[in-house]
């Protein structure tokens, strides 16, 4: 099995700043996609900002001018910066990976515990 924990969330005024971490631990052979996702109230889960195995990085359009994702494979984290934050920013963030279980190579989707993250005067 494999355990994602976040940590970083809160308040933060408009235009401000935060850093959320998330870091796996358990069986992990390798570390394939990662990504983070948002939820807002009444609304469905979206994606934010991605890095597939390949490499690179994706974002939905209305954070690309403003966040960043970044990973650190030695340390199995993934961290998102989140910079000019405006208040559409408020919502339940979720990192997500995909991961090859160190035993057998069987891939998994694995989900954090979300972390609130309110954008707010």
């Known amino acids: 099995q494999v355990q994602l924990v976040e940590s970083g969330g809160g308040l933060v005024q408009p235009g401000g700043s935060l850093r959320l971490s998330c870091t796996a631990s358990?069986?992990?052979?390798?570390?394939?996609?990662i990504g983070w996702f948002r939820q807002a109230p009444g609304e469905q889960r979206e994606l934010v900002a991605h890095?597939?195995?390949?490499?690179?990085?994706n974002y939905a359009n209305s954070v690309k001018d403003g966040f960043t994702i970044s990973r650190d494979n030695a340390k199995n984290t993934m961290v998102l910066h989140m910079n000019s934050q405006k208040p559409a920013d408020t919502a339940v963030y979720f990192c997500?990976?995909?991961?090859?279980?160190?035993?057998?190579?069987?891939?998994?989707?694995?989900w954090g515990q979300g972390t609130q993250v309110t954008v707010s005067s």
């Open positions: 997500n990976a995909r991961v090859a279980a160190a035993r057998d190579g069987r891939l998994g989707d694995y």
């Open positions: 358990g069986s992990i052979g390798v570390i394939l996609d």
């Open positions: 890095i597939p195995r390949g490499g690179g990085t």
